[in-house]
Structure formats: C-alpha cells, structure tokens
C-alpha cells in the first residue's frame, strides 16, 4: 500500500519538474540568445531619493523605467527584469545582485539629479570610475547615501564609506573589461538626448557609484535631470516628458544591442590610421584617452583645451579621444597628469602593442 502511494506520489511529482525546466520565455527565443537588461528604477519605498515640490525622483524614475521597459519587451530578443515594479525598497547590493543573478548583458539605473543652486541642469550618464573626482562627490554621496538606510550596513558592504568611493573592496578587474561597454552605452544615452529633448548635455561621467561597483557587467546611472530646476521637473513630471526621456534611452540601447550583434561575426577592428608606428624598439606606443563621446570632435588642440597630438578612433559607435603619442610610459604619464589638470579627470593611458590597443 506504502509502495504504491510513493509510486502514485512520483507520476504526480513528475510532470511538474519537467515543467519547471521549460523556460518562461521560451516562445521569444527562437533558437537566439535573449539580450538581458536589468531596469532599475532608482530609490523606492522608504527612500524617496531627491525630494522637492511635491515631486519624488523614486516615481520619476519608476515611471520611465516601466515605459522603457514595455518599448524594449516589445522586441522578442529582448529579455527585461525589473528591480522593483512598485514603491518598495530595494538596496543596492540586492539591486545588483539580481542582475548578477540574470547574468545580464546591461544594468541600466534611471535616476533624477539635484543641486543647490536651481539653475543647474541638463543630463548625464555616470559609468564606474576608480578614482575620486571632487567634481562628482555630490552624485556619489547622494546616490550612495541610500545605504545607509539598510540594516547592517556595515557588513553588508564591508568598510564602505558612502562619502567616499574608494572604500569599496571590489573586484575592480572584473569591472574594468566591461568599462569600455558602459561608456559605449552611456555615450549612446547622452547623444540620444542630445538629438531628443534638446537639453543641456553634460555628458558622460566616471564616478564611484555603488549600484554600478556591485553589478559585474556593462552598467550605467543615468540622472535623467534636474528636479531642482524648475523646468526640467514640470517636464520630467509630464506624461510626455518621461515618453520622451524613456524612448531616447530605449533607441540607446537598440543601438547597444545591434553592435553587439554585429560583433558576433565580424572581428572586432580599431582603426589604427592615426596611429604613426615609428620604427621604436618592441613596437609600443602610449598615448593618454581623454574622452570618449558620441560625438565627432575635429582632432585640433583648440578643441582638447591645447593639449599636443589629439588623435581619434572610431569603435562601436563612438569616437575615443586620445593626447600624445610616446614610446615610453614617463612622458606619457606627465600628459596624463597635465590632462587630468585641465579638466579630464578621468584621463588614463592606453598602449598600443603591434597596434592592438589596451588600458593601462
Ligand atoms: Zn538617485
């Protein structure tokens, strides 16, 4: 009698595991890789983030999430999850890991920004930088303060200091292969306003935001504007404005994803023409990356506030600027710190070795 109820139990058992091995999505695929984006609606449940006139950067960001979200699920190679749907709180770490989770192929956090003086404004997109930038210190504090609402915060992200990014015990080498990516993805971003809401474009920016520094994929904040300004906040708050802000973020990631196709099967080429291979032992060449933009700048020393040797490459959509060309590492670090003094921060020397191009 046992016997049989135990066999009775195991028929049953049985078609409900298979089931739960056939994938949810598994009528979007058709055989092709779904392209994972984790959304990530800035704030929520008990931390508003930014605050002012009525206004919560939480809703902002949550409504343009779910708007961008349905154009991209629109697309049956495309896979969305959600880090929250709902005015709930969500921490960082816990943000982070259910993209690491998702073994996403993007993270994209949708954010509103402040300042104390209300003229401020204009949008931009933040990808990790390693290194302290007074410039950007607010964003961080701002948008690092949140874990100081979670409970045992102090274990959870192991000596981090909120205030200050360089705290944070990472793995950093992981982060770096996918650096390259985000910016990519951000200048796409950045150009898409550009074109779309005619806003003040403050570009692409490094900085030691926490979400970014525990997701380990391409991943950009983007502070969509000023909610302290009082014209961009009536926009951000319109129906329209958060369509027009979610759709120039949706063709920024359709233009991500289609070089990532196109990368499958063609061998990835850095075009090298600028590059003059002198006749130098071992074949190395340093050169300073000032800036990578969405945007095509004339290689003239004027435009790179007067440093020497401006070249450019184009790579996946967007133009990398580049100062000096030495073959030896001292003169290129003094350019380096000489471009990090007038303004590029986040300068840092690449090496050419038999024209195949490496950060340092
Ligand atoms: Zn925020």
Redesign the pocket.
Known sequence: MKTKLYLIIVLLIIPIISMANIPIDSTKTNGKKLFTVVLDA??GGKDP??YVANTK?SDI?LKVVKLLGKQLESHRDIKIIYTRTKDVFVGLDQRAAIANKAKADLFVSV??NAAAATSAKGNETFVLGLHNNAANLEVVK??NSVILLEENYEEKYAGFNPNDPSSFATNLMIQEEYLDNSIELAANVQTKFDKDLKRKNRGVKQAGLAVLRLSYMPSVLIETGFLTNKEERTFLRSKSGQKKVANSIYNAVLDYQKNRDVNLFEVEEIDTSNVVLEPVANNTIYKVQISASGNKVETKSYNFKQLPEISREKEGGIYRYFTGNFSSLKPASELRALAVSKGYTSAFIVVYENGIRRRL
Request: hydrophobic letters at 10%.
């Open positions: 800035g704030h983030g930014k950067e960001a954010h509103c701002r948008e």
